[in-house]
């Protein structure tokens, strides 16, 4: 028998009635839970990613293969969300990609420990990615129908905040045994332990809140005020697409992490086990400011965003200086910009699509993001090769075309949170 489209499980009467009687946990509580799902995850990956541009470095990587590397990764991460949103929507099978998305994640890293040339460690870093894009667009899914209740962008929030405290840990964590050993190996191979608890953590939120579909009476095929704008292109409305442009091209502007940590290994701006400590800079300061994000978009809607350009186009400024003071204020500047756009854009996305299109919106979103941070990140790198100044105006430029892309969300307020009970 097959699941029912809004995450029923197999034998299971479709509809909330029946479902409420499966879940036993509260929204709030599937919300948190998932944060600590995610904080475990990220305490693995974000971990790795700390160190992986220095890692690759060591290993014989130019500036431009790791801007290439990184950004093949988060394209990995986000342009297959086009496929596998789409598949989170026909199938219904949320828990599944869910939970076989974090393991890939969390096998890959570790293995990061045994990767010998350079080849080895590029596929686990890009493998360590597509776990992500395996399981984003269905667990964004099941939060977005437990974040009726709560206020979408709250939601959401609190999950980032959860998600990045882990991705400060992993990082520290990291940090400290370079310092003892001076191995990025041991550095990989430690980070297995955090991956078995978050695979043991989602296995029993699955078991306890089975068909979140629940939490969102408006779940199932109807169509949401927010959806019922005019369809422009693929059935998304005319300010979904506006809010894509305008995310693509900030992000073609924003260096991934990888190329920003290269030029502190090479330039040898800060000692090997102090980059990671930068990484975790940014991971506090993107976990503070997705509260404050969350909250805005609530009561301001996309407005809020409007502070990203400057933030992103601020960032090599201070990242690609020779000072180490410089450097963590733009590791803290690089994460306030991520924060404010991760909490953000999911709630977004979520109100400006139909509910039974969840799946395919999050994956056509994030599909266009990667794309143009693969591009954008290989730029980045390709032209810090040649000359820092020009990396520097390629970011200014692509943050000001973004301001202008706004321009058109300016016009209304937050959308209204769909499946709300009186306020859809």
């Given at each position: 028998?097959?699941?029912?489209?809004?995450?029923?499980?197999?034998?299971?009467?479709?509809?909330p009635a029946g479902a409420a009687r499966a879940n036993r946990v509260s929204p709030l509580r599937f919300v948190l839970g998932f944060g600590l799902v995610s904080m475990m995850a990220d305490f693995v990956y974000e971990g790795a990613r700390a160190v992986i541009g220095p890692y690759l470095a060591t290993l014989g990587a130019s500036a431009a293969l790791v801007g290439v590397v990184s950004g093949a990764g988060e394209a990995v991460a986000l342009v297959l969300r086009m496929v596998t949103g789409r598949i989170s929507?026909?199938?219904?099978?949320?828990?599944?990609?869910?939970?076989?998305g974090y393991a890939i994640t969390v096998v890959s890293v570790p293995l990061l420990a045994l990767s010998g040339p350079l080849w080895s460690?590029?596929?686990?870093?890009?493998?360590?990615?597509?776990?992500?894009?395996?399981?984003?667009?269905?667990?964004d899914t099941m939060l977005a129908q437990a974040g009726v209740s709560l206020g979408r962008g709250w939601a959401f929030a609190l999950h980032e905040a959860l998600d990045q405290t882990g991705a400060l840990a992993?990082?520290?964590?990291?940090?400290?045994?370079?310092?003892?050993?001076?191995?990025?190996r041991d550095g990989f191979a430690v980070?297995?332990?955090?991956?078995?608890?978050?695979?043991?953590?989602?296995?029993?939120?699955?078991?306890r809140a089975p068909v979140p579909a629940a939490y969102d009476p408006g779940s199932g095929p109807r169509r949401s005020k927010a959806g019922s704008q005019q369809v422009h292109l693929?059935?998304?409305?005319?300010?979904?697409?506006?809010?894509?442009?305008?995310?693509?091209?900030?992000?073609?502007?924003y260096a991934t992490f990888a190329v920003l940590s290269y030029h502190l290994q090479v330039?040898?701006?800060?000692?090997?086990?102090?980059?990671?400590?930068?990484y975790a800079v940014a991971m506090a300061a993107a976990a503070l400011v997705a509260l404050v994000a969350g909250r805005l978009y609530d009561r301001v809607g996309l407005r809020g965003l409007l502070a990203l350009p400057p933030l992103a186009a601020a960032v090599p400024f201070l990242s690609f200086s020779l000072s180490p003071a410089l450097v963590f204020a733009g590791g803290a500047v690089w994460g306030a910009a991520m924060g404010l756009h991760e909490s953000t854009m999911r709630a977004a996305v979520a109100d400006l699509v139909?509910?039974?299109?969840?799946?395919?919106?999050?994956?056509?979103?994030?599909?266009?993001?990667?794309?143009?941070?693969?591009?954008?990140?290989?730029?980045?790198?390709?032209?810090?090769?040649?000359?820092?100044?020009?990396?520097?105006?390629?970011?200014?430029?692509?943050?000001?075309?973004?301001l202008g892309a706004f321009v058109p969300l300016l016009r209304t307020g937050p959308p209204a949170v769909t499946g709300a009970p009186g306020r859809s």
């Amino acid at each position: 028998m097959s699941s029912d489209p809004r995450g029923d499980p197999p034998g299971e009467a479709p509809g909330p009635a029946g479902a409420a009687r499966a879940n036993r946990v509260s929204p709030l509580r599937f919300v948190l839970g998932f944060g600590l799902v995610s904080m475990m995850a990220d305490f693995v990956y974000e971990g790795a990613r700390a160190v992986i541009g220095p890692y690759l470095a060591t290993l014989g990587a130019s500036a431009a293969l790791v801007g290439v590397v990184s950004g093949a990764g988060e394209a990995v991460a986000l342009v297959l969300r086009m496929v596998t949103g789409r598949i989170s929507d026909r199938t219904g099978r949320h828990w599944a990609l869910s939970i076989g998305g974090y393991a890939i994640t969390v096998v890959s890293v570790p293995l990061l420990a045994l990767s010998g040339p350079l080849w080895s460690a590029v596929t686990l870093t890009v493998s360590e990615r597509f776990g992500k894009a395996v399981r984003t667009p269905a667990r964004d899914t099941m939060l977005a129908q437990a974040g009726v209740s709560l206020g979408r962008g709250w939601a959401f929030a609190l999950h980032e905040a959860l998600d990045q405290t882990g991705a400060l840990a992993g990082p520290l964590l990291v940090a400290a045994l370079l310092a003892l050993t001076g191995s990025y190996r041991d550095g990989f191979a430690v980070l297995a332990a955090p991956g078995v608890v978050a695979l043991v953590l989602v296995a029993r939120l699955a078991t306890r809140a089975p068909v979140p579909a629940a939490y969102d009476p408006g779940s199932g095929p109807r169509r949401s005020k927010a959806g019922s704008q005019q369809v422009h292109l693929a059935g998304f409305s005319r300010r979904f697409w506006h809010y894509a442009a305008f995310s693509g091209l900030s992000v073609a502007g924003y260096a991934t992490f990888a190329v920003l940590s290269y030029h502190l290994q090479v330039r040898h701006v800060l000692p090997v086990a102090e980059i990671p400590l930068v990484y975790a800079v940014a991971m506090a300061a993107a976990a503070l400011v997705a509260l404050v994000a969350g909250r805005l978009y609530d009561r301001v809607g996309l407005r809020g965003l409007l502070a990203l350009p400057p933030l992103a186009a601020a960032v090599p400024f201070l990242s690609f200086s020779l000072s180490p003071a410089l450097v963590f204020a733009g590791g803290a500047v690089w994460g306030a910009a991520m924060g404010l756009h991760e909490s953000t854009m999911r709630a977004a996305v979520a109100d400006l699509v139909d509910p039974d299109r969840r799946g395919a919106g999050y994956g056509t979103f994030t599909a266009l993001y990667g794309a143009a941070w693969l591009a954008g990140s290989a730029t980045i790198g390709a032209l810090y090769g040649y000359s820092i100044d020009a990396a520097v105006i390629f970011t200014v430029v692509m943050q000001a075309l973004a301001l202008g892309a706004f321009v058109p969300l300016l016009r209304t307020g937050p959308p209204a949170v769909t499946g709300a009970p009186g306020r859809s």
